[in-house]
Nanobody, 115 residues
Framework: QVQLVESGGGLVQPGGSLRLSCTAS????????MGWYRQAPGNERELVGVVTNGGAANYGHSVRGRFTISPDNAKNMSYLQMNSLKTEDTAVYYC?????????WGQGTRVTVSS
């Protein structure tokens, strides 16, 4: 099994930046892709972005150009850099990794964008 733990959430003003981290631990595994999803109150979980170990990246339309996922395969970590944050970015953000042992989710970290 693989355990994912997110950190870095909090309160930020509109226009600000925040960086989330995700650390994977557990049995021996290889990471095929790292992704982030989010879920706002009353909404379904939606894709923020995903990066494969081959370097291919895909981002959700609403965050494209503002958010960047940076994998650190040596440390089994994923970072989500969020810039130019908007109130509509308020959500619980979940880390996801597709590994040689299957897909795993973190417990989520809350991001609130408010003045």
């Amino acid at each position: 099994q693989v355990q994912l733990v997110e950190s870095g959430g909090g309160l930020v003003q509109p226009g600000g930046s925040l960086r989330l981290s995700c650390t994977a631990s557990g049995s021996s595994f290889n990471i095929n892709a790292m992704g982030w999803y989010r879920q706002a109150p009353g909404n379904e979980r939606e894709l923020v972005g995903v990066v494969t170990n081959g370097g291919a990246a895909n981002y959700g339309h609403s965050v494209r150009g503002r958010f960047t996922i940076s994998p650190d395969n040596a440390k089994n970590m994923s970072y989500l850099q969020m810039n130019s944050l908007k109130t509509e970015d308020t959500a619980v953000y979940y880390c996801f990794m597709h590994t040689s042992l299957g897909g795993f989710w973190g417990q989520g970290t809350r991001v609130t964008v408010s003045s």
